[in-house]
């Protein structure tokens, strides 16, 4: 049973970047056909999709988010992360991990989806 745990601060300055990290257990993040994607929610919002990185190690961006993005991912030890920086106050939200089939962007369905983490954006 593949399972998804993210990590990383809680707490995040204005102008800094958020680095997150999701820990996949019980499945490789190798296998196909699977998207691993990073998707926030804002206090009183609807879920924004961030970007993926797949099967074979290629990423894909939000266009909105695309110049602050970088997604990457460590096969060693099961891993991606997420880089999103010059982070403001409406980057408050819960930050998930979740894994999609391909091909996730036709379909929006995530089938394994990561507790999520707040991260709040303040001085």
């Known amino acids: 049973q593949v399972q998804l745990q993210e990590s990383g601060p809680g707490l995040v300055k204005p102008s800094q970047t958020l680095s997150l990290t999701c820990i996949v257990s019980g499945g490789s993040i190798t296998a196909n056909y699977y998207h691993w994607n990073w998707i926030r929610q804002a206090p009183g919002k609807g879920l924004e999709w961030i970007g993926y990185?797949?099967?074979?190690?290629?990423?894909y961006y939000s266009p909105s988010l695309k110049n602050r993005t970088s997604i990457s991912w460590d096969t060693s030890k099961n891993q991606f992360s997420l880089a999103l920086s010059s982070l403001t106050p409406e980057g408050t939200a819960v930050y998930y991990c979740?894994?999609?089939?391909?091909?996730?962007?036709?379909?929006?369905?995530?089938?394994?989806w990561g507790q999520g983490t707040l991260v709040t954006v303040s001085s």
């Open positions: 979740a894994r999609g089939p391909d091909p996730v962007l036709a379909t929006g369905y995530f089938d394994i």
């Open positions: 990185i797949n099967y074979r190690g290629g990423t």
